[in-house]
DNA sequence: GTAGAGGCTGTACGTTCGTACAGGACGGTG
DNA sequence: CACCGTCCTGTACGAACGTACAGCCTCTAC
């Protein structure tokens, strides 16, 4: 064995698997364990370099950060919704940790990462749905954040570009749509 | 106490119980504990009227079962999706438990109610997709797979009514405008 | 009144999870 | 050579899960 690169390659690899692990099992069904048989260590070593587990979820994260502002710069309506197909799309890996996973994981203090993933993820949704959403706008909304989902999720396989393009259409026809 | 009703009684309360904690968190983030902490049992109390824990989510899925052959009765088209949102709607409680979490929970082996779901859910892709759909097809179909479970999931204060209208001109205007 | 089935509790077991900790192999620096 | 930080392993722990089992209480049937 030579033990080729160093730390930060290994750091790498595990990142890697559980970006890929995340998105197709979800946060809380991939274990440590899945993680670190997928890069061929063990789960404790996993854990030395991201501690708590939570830290995976953040790093992975991390990087969609300055498209999150840039996205929320943006205030509302077709433009919005046309940005955010690109944004969906193009983090589609760690889309389901932001929409889901977060959330649901065990109910994160005030001032940690999921604080602020759930902020975003409401802060998306009220500027689809707008202010004082009655019933049909608020399924309307909750339509077309389910579609934007759950289409990235499961086209994985697919090009990035010809994803986007579709999921731009089906999203506007949803929008141009509402009541 | 009373211990008014029978066991059929408790056995009623446990399963509607079970349907909306179901509902909300989703099967594996469901232990038996929650379940019975919400009717004011003891875990082992559930375990004994439904055995295993798989039992819970098959009797809360047979109740519509007729409805789901009367579904797949129906070619396909734009009157299978009308009666799909119609289908989702009127069985919103139990739809995460069809969609989502039945696949994951521990591969279900051959026979397995688990197994004829899972037929189900394809057979319903199938039935959206059409043979042999290109890229831009399977990224429509699962926009509206995604839109019609996330909308009724969010949506469960709003009346059935209200839901199922929105949500079937949403789920029109999408299949409508697919390529 | 006594036997027995049904309903439920308490306890315990095995597994899996994330985590903690001690120790060993390795490579660069004094 | 000796030292030390980095990287990783092995082991172990507590918690939570579904499940198994023995016992108790209550109501019904005979």
Redesign the pocket.
């Known amino acids: 064995m030579t033990?080729s690169?160093?730390?930060?390659?290994?750091?790498e690899r595990?990142l890697q698997a559980a970006r890929a692990l995340f998105a197709e099992r979800g946060y809380?069904?991939?274990?440590?364990?899945?993680?670190?048989s997928a890069v061929?260590?063990?789960?404790?070593?996993?854990?030395?370099?991201?501690?708590?587990?939570?830290?995976l979820a953040t790093e992975l994260i991390a990087p969609a950060a300055e498209d999150i502002v840039a996205l929320l710069a943006i205030g509302g309506g077709r433009v919005f919704v046309t940005e955010l197909v690109t944004f969906v799309v193009r983090h589609r890996a760690i889309i389901r940790l932001i929409m889901d996973d977060i959330r649901h994981a065990d109910s994160a203090p005030p001032g940690s990462p999921g604080e602020a993933i759930r902020a975003f993820r409401d802060e998306i949704y009220n500027r689809l749905a707008g202010p004082d959403p009655d019933p049909a706008r608020r399924v309307r909304t909750w339509t077309l954040l389910g579609a934007l989902q759950y289409s990235v999720v499961e086209t994985a396989d697919l090009p990035e570009e010809t994803v986007r393009k579709s999921l731009l259409a089906a999203a506007l026809a949803l929008w141009d749509s509402r009541g």
Request: proline share 3%; aromatic share 6%; glycine share 8%.
């Open positions: 033990t690169g160093n730390g930060d390659d290994t750091r595990i809380a069904a991939t274990s440590l364990a899945d993680i670190a061929g260590l063990t789960k404790t070593a996993v854990a030395y370099h991201f501690h708590p587990k939570d830290r």
